[in-house]
């Protein structure tokens, strides 16, 4: 449930948070919109717990407000999933996926390891998948307790038709649930525009000089807070030096923002 849509962190470096893709499932249709969910079982298929459970499940496999996306098993064959829109990782240094499960133990992982949960990724419009975890993974879990996944989709950054599925395959094993998925990256900044800029005085009090060594046109600059909230924004018509005035700025930390022809340029910036 988070809803801080972009946040700023200063950690020695610079880098910027981002929300790619989050589901609640706490809509009214299932599945939720760009989301697509298939069968072998038509009596079993993925919905809400609500739905799925009805009022004596639901206690076991809500995760978080009331709602969750579920299975049923049954002593047969089934294989289903459950398949998120497509989200792109162009322009991230890294990025994760996490999401809560509830998985019974003992009809899923052991005494009886009758059924799995993968969690896979594609990159081609869902021609192919790629498995990234199963409930084994876990390890040794109580019956049911929630588990709170995180899983590294770093080696997928730059990929432009990414999706995430939930397989679950079994045979007599046992009902399950997620719920909070979020796709979350860092956004990569370009350190190599970023060097042939200079802001100074940094600290400054009021007067900041922005230049660079290589002609690069400056087309807008604006200024935001460690909140985000953009604070000041300034018009630049393709110049390759300007002065902003920062001196009605509250004394702290501040990020500039500065579009290029050649890109985005993002530097640290000290007001005294
Ligand atoms: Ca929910
Ligand atoms: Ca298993």
């Known amino acids: 449930m988070k809803k801080l849509l972009l946040s700023f962190l200063l950690v020695g470096g610079l880098s910027a ?70 989200f792109s990782l162009v322009g991230y240094s890294s990025a994760t996926l996490t999401f809560n499960a509830k998985i019974g133990y003992e009809y899923m992982v052991a005494p009886f390891a009758n059924g799995n949960l993968f969690v896979k990724v594609s990159t081609d419009g869902g021609s192919t998948w790629t498995t990234l975890w199963t409930e084994e993974a876990e390890g040794v879990y109580v019956d049911y307790a929630t588990l709170a996944v995180e899983l590294d989709l770093t080696p997928y950054v730059g990929q432009s038709n990414v999706q995430i599925r939930y397989q679950y395959v079994a045979n007599d094993a046992d009902s399950l649930s997620i719920d909070d998925f979020l796709v979350d990256g860092t956004l990569g900044i370009s350190d190599f525009l970023s060097n042939k800029f200079s802001t100074y005085p940094n600290p400054a009090t009021s007067l900041v000089n922005i230049s660079n060594t290589s002609n690069i046109l400056l087309t807008n600059v604006n200024i935001t807070d460690i909140n985000g909230r953009i604070v000041k924004t300034m018009k630049v018509n393709n110049l390759t030096e300007v002065q902003m005035n920062i001196g009605e700025l509250n004394s702290g930390v501040y990020i500039m923002n500065i579009d290029t022809d050649s890109g985005k340029v993002v530097k640290k910036i000290i007001k005294n």
């Open 17 to 86: 948070n981002a929300q790619i893709l989050t589901e609640t499932f706490q809509g009214t249709t299932f599945p939720p919109t760009g989301w697509t969910t298939e069968t072998n079982v038509a009596s079993r298929p993925w919905g809400f717990t609500t739905v799925i459970f009805n009022a004596s499940g639901q206690t076991t496999f809500n995760i978080t407000d009331g709602k969750s996306a579920g299975i049923g098993w049954i002593a047969q064959d089934q294989d289903a999933h459950l398949t998120s829109p497509s």
